[in-house]
């Protein structure tokens, strides 16, 4: 009873995330027994990331200042829980994609074929997914704590009191990229918090597929 009424309640709050799970789970599940283990959870992870990313960005382009307030009150009670579940499987993807890739060499041309395109397709999804979810997390804590604080959470150029997902995404994805903040400040002590572990993980994401790449570029030479 109380799985149910948890499931209902996730399905309220998070219809996205659950339909992704879903999704994942079923092609997991539907896979053929041929492919390995590994196989077919990463297939089932790439089905689960690429649908939720699919369907993060497409609320972010079209939302409002005004629905991103009333998200943030809806999904108050999981972000802090989401977002680590999502970066938790970010970085686990990583270490799957050296396991994957390491039982690529003793597989024929055709098949080493798909290795690759399975390990690519894990990385770019799991690398654009990371800093997506701390796009939905800054903007939810921005609208959670109260546009109207001074200071506010994050101080956008322009005095920009009501900023969209967009510009969420600007912050995000520049520490991600770049590890910087770039022209936007950070007013309040529990943003600075999330800033500085995304920041950490993602050096740490950023340094395994440095390390990932010279791995697959020393096999290629050998």
Known sequence: MHIRSSLKHYWQVRPRLLLSVGAGLSCFLLLPAQLS???????GWNTLAWLYLLFLWR???VSTPQHIRQIARRQD???STVLALV???CLVSILAILFELSSAKQASDSLKTLHLALTGGTLAVSWLLLPTAFTMHYAHQFYRQGAQQDPLPLLFPGNLTEPTYLDFAYFSFTIAVASQTADVAVGAAEVRRIALVQ???SFVFNMLILG???NVGAGLLS
């Open 37 to 43: 283990l590994l196989q077919r959870l990463m297939i």
């Open 59 to 61: 609320l972010m382009l």
């Open 77 to 79: 009670e999981s972000a």
């Open 87 to 89: 970066s938790f499987g």
């Open 199 to 201: 920041s950490v993980i």
């Open 212 to 214: 990932l790449s010279i």
